[in-house]
């Protein structure tokens, strides 16, 4: 964290929480730092509604309010939000390991979430905002990448009333340059309960274990060393 | 226009359509240009609801699409869209006068906005995204600046699957530096039918007068030497 902004007991910030394992570890270690956190979560088509109610039950879990927006995009061209478009299976030749764009990626997606972020923290004079994107899905979507974050930040710096001054929002990005074991890792120490987090992009009771988000959780947690604590599919 | 954008009579944009005089004069520059336009407007929870029954109508006789999305936001913070917050009175010592923020000002409003307008270009393959805003916003709304608008373009090259390539995404902002008679003359001349638009910030079946809006709207209309075609209120 910069080391210019000095957080109090009072000191607010906004968590974008998704309800997955990287999300679940940024609020942990916003919470870490001192700030009292307000959790933002979005409904937006998504097949995986599951996660929603992850969120939910993270952010109570933690002691955090937060807020769950409804923001359908009338819109598609995403596998997530599409249903006529198949979830890929992961694959070592899937969209990652290729370094393409994976067909879950949703149309600025992140700049939608960050701006009402943003909005929200204005509005309860909140500091920063969190957002769990790390390293491996710089690979693959755009608006996981650090000059997608930079740019963002500058928007929050000249697009607000609170400016560029003392009351200036941060974007922060904890985990931007780490990869999920480690995640994991820090998740852990942090105190993170991954058994309420949720990462299948499949809308099931249980994970698929087979699509890409199953197989990097599942990679993540054995190069942790750790036990997922989340019932695999059957 | 950059010249670097190659408008052909395919090239599509995404015009943020509110059903005001400023964002009509921008979708009527876009057709002017040659792109073929799709509109998106808000309802989000703003008073003044009539100016979206005006976008809708503005978009049906340009002959171009329109989509309305509804995002209410949860917070408040405005007085266009907190009710227990009074709407200015337009006078000389007012807010926009004094260089001072107006409490019209909606927390991130246009950041958001160009967010769903981003995530929509990109889902149509469109290649701009128009926005009707202006210098004279500019002293009031953070949101309204150049600077503003040149960080959120580079949100829009670093974010998007498009990227800064030939794909990329441009925001145009052809009013930026005009005031509201400058706008109006150029309205006129390209054709706009401003009896279609809707400035007042309260939401009645008239014009109230009084409000910054209209004050801006008549005072830009007379030293235009244009007659606004829209009946005030009584």
């Known amino acids: 964290m910069n080391p210019k902004t000095r957080v109090t007991q009072k000191t607010r910030a906004v968590v974008l929480l998704s ?3 990287d999300s679940a570890t940024a609020l942990y270690i916003a919470r870490r730092k001192g700030y009292q956190c307000d959790c933002l979560t979005f409904v937006y088509g998504q097949r995986h509604f599951r996660e929603v109610q992850c969120a939910r039950a993270l952010a109570r879990k933690a002691g ?11 819109w598609k061209g995403s596998s997530l939000i599409d249903r006529k ?6 694959t070592l030749s899937g969209a990652l390991a290729q370094k393409m764009i994976p067909s ?6 992140n700049t939608i979430f960050l701006s009402f972020a943003l909005s929200y923290a204005e509005a309860i004079d909140a500091r920063a ?31 607000t009333k609170a400016g560029a001054g003392q009351k200036r929002i941060r974007i922060e990005t904890p985990l931007l340059h780490l990869n999920k074991s480690r995640i994991i890792s820090m998740g852990r120490r942090a105190g993170v309960p991954f058994e309420l987090t949720w990462s299948c992009y ?19 947690f054995r190069e942790a060393g750790v036990k997922d604590p989340l019932k695999r599919g059957r």
């Open 202 to 220: 499949r809308g099931g009771t249980y994970p698929c274990g087979s699509c890409e988000s199953c197989y990097y959780r599942a990679k993540g």
């Open 104 to 109: 879950t990626y949703v149309p600025a997606r």
């Open 19 to 21: 309800g997955g394992i």
């Open 129 to 159: 905002v969190f957002i769990g994107a790390h390293a491996q899905d710089y690979s693959g979507y755009p608006d996981c990448r650090i000059e997608f974050f930079r740019a963002f930040e500058k928007v929050a710096c000249t697009g």
């Open 85 to 90: 478009i198949p979830v890929p299976r992961n």
């Open 64 to 74: 955090c309010s937060i807020k769950v927006l409804t923001i359908a995009l009338p």
